[in-house]
């Protein structure tokens, strides 16, 4: 009787934990969690933007322009999460061979380019009121870039292998080799940049930031995310469809989707 | 041992595979005074930079190279499954490629240098710089060359996944000449440059083998 008992917790247990690896069963949950997280992300975004541009003071140096880091700070900061989410995924997928995981991986990818892209406009666009140029070689702005680099080529590869799960590993090890890669050229471009600038513009004199400018950037921070982990999601569930067409369960769905949607037009 | 001998008798049998790196790093060095305009001042700062890149991308042209005639022969399959260990295989490819590749323009390198009318010592550091990065090129490429086998348009894909990981082999090659032209001691980039090289010693053909048995299954 007991040992009927732990055996059937061992099942619960092994049930549980990979239940949501499945895509069949993931696809109805990420369905349900994604109005969530967009409309949390809106409502985020909304306050943070009136945090930022009502209440927030105005720069006694920098004037209004300074309100682009309410946009750009949060943006640099999710494109160097996400790299590491995706590279996360990635790894967890070529180790246990999840499916799941690398779909999640391949998710992520194009949100996280174009963090790093918007971190990038807008820091050129507060770079020429700010330092007179749109761009400068300075040592963070050019570990962006690197980074965007290093985005495009995991998309690129992943795109051009026909073979899902060849390209799924491909993407992986690149996210893994590009992650151990990251500090490496994020040191070997910030010594180069005070080899060859004698003083460039020290980007890090913020010392003191109102309360209110901090509260503006961690809700845009937090708006970003849950926008990230929507639009993952909805990605996610297309990939899904994509890769699992032949199996039973989305002719299903798609069977039930025709039908309701038959019943609605009869309507 | 077998695989590297066998690999260096492939190249040297089909020697104008080797010229063509040559002449793809002599040329594209030669571009940049054409481009610029002859002032000796401004060569000469901007050598050690031009160089490097030249060598960069010479390195990265031959890279498709590596695996591709021993993945259509089938040789590789065979190499996958030999008793031996994949990523020891793989390193004696890479050492073929790089003494093929990387050691001819670690050679002429000193000639173009003084073109652009680089001091001796500085010549010196540039072969030195050169002799200890270009194997971290080779690497470090193979991973790219080993996970866009037989993809359409490898040759362009592996330029976009490698150039970003070769920017640290590049800033501390060319820092090393340039540092060397001040005046300065080039010591620590070169300490850096070994690193690079042996850290990529260690990992990039454990990498590389994964990526060859991700690519040929």
């Known amino acids: 009787m007991v040992n009927k008992s732990i055996d059937n917790y061992k099942v619960y247990m ?29 409502i985020l975004a909304l306050a943070g933007l009136y945090v930022s541009f009502m209440v927030a003071p105005t720069d006694f140096q920098q004037g209004e322009a300074y309100r682009i880091i309410f946009v750009h700070v949060p943006a640099a900061w999710m494109s160097m999460v996400i790299y590491i989410v995706m590279a996360t995924w990635a790894g967890l997928g070529l180790a246990l061979n999840a499916r799941l995981s690398a779909m999640m991986a391949q998710a992520l990818a194009p949100t996280g380019a174009i963090f790093t892209l918007l971190a990038l406009v807008t820091g050129s666009l507060w770079g020429k009121p700010m330092w007179g140029a ?53 040191f070997s471009v910030k010594w180069w940049n005070t080899l060859h600038q004698g003083s460039s513009i020290n980007m890090g004199a913020a010392p003191k930031m109102a309360a209110t400018m901090l509260l503006g950037m961690l809700l845009m921070a937090l708006a970003f995310w849950m926008y990230t982990v929507a639009v993952a999601l909805m990605r996610v ?9 032949n199996t039973d369960w989305v002719k299903e769905l798609s069977l039930k989707t025709l039908s309701s949607q038959s019943i609605a037009g009869a309507k | ?45 901007i050598a050690p930079g031009v160089l490097w890149v030249a060598a960069l991308l010479a390195g990265m042209i031959s890279l498709s190279r590596l695996f591709a005639a021993d993945f259509s ?68 490429g193979a991973i790219g060359a080993a996970l866009t086998l037989g993809v359409r348009g490898s040759g362009l894909l592996v330029a976009l996944l490698v150039l970003p990981l070769y920017i640290p082999v590049l800033i501390f090659g060319a820092g090393a000449v340039a540092a060397s032209q001040h005046g300065m001691s080039a010591q620590a980039h070169l300490s850096l440059l070994a690193a690079c090289s042996l850290l990529s010693l260690v990992l990039a053909p454990l990498a590389t083998a994964a990526a060859l048995r991700i690519s040929a299954e």
């Not at chain 1, 995991?154 to 026909?162: K, N, R, T």
């Not at chain 1, 297309?238 to 699992?244: A, D, K, P, S, Y």
């Not at chain 2, 680089?118 to 971290?136: K, M």
């Open chain 2, 1 to 45: 041992m077998i695989v590297l001998k066998r690999d260096l008798l492939l190249a040297f049998r089909r020697r104008s595979d080797l010229a063509t790196t040559l002449f793809f790093f002599l040329i594209v060095s030669s571009l940049f005074p054409l481009g610029i305009g002859p002032e000796a001042a401004v060569l000469s700062s």
């Open chain 1, 134 to 186: 749109w761009w400068v070689w300075d040592a963070r702005l050019t570990s962006e870039l690197i980074l965007l680099f290093l985005y495009l080529g995991f998309i690129a590869l992943q795109s051009s292998i026909d073979d899902p799960r060849r390209a799924d590993r491909a993407g992986a090890l690149l996210a893994l080799v590009g992650v151990v890669n990251v500090p490496i050229i994020y």
């Open chain 1, 237 to 245: 569930r297309c990939i899904m469809l994509e890769r699992e067409r």
């Open chain 1, 14 to 42: 092994k049930i549980n934990w990979f239940k949501y690896s499945s895509p069949q069963v993931f696809y109805p949950l990420a369905g349900k969690l994604i109005p969530w997280f967009a409309w949390l992300a809106a």
């Open chain 2, 73 to 140: 022969d089938g040789s590789l399959e065979q190499m996958l499954i030999a008793p031996q260990p994949l990523a020891l295989l793989v390193l004696a490819k890479i050492s073929a490629h790089w003494i093929v590749c990387g050691l001819p323009v670690v050679l002429l390198a000193p000639l173009i240098g003084l073109q652009y009318g680089l001091p001796n010592e500085s010549l010196l550091v540039l072969v030195w710089s050169l002799l200890l990065g270009t194997p971290a090129l080779s690497l470090i």
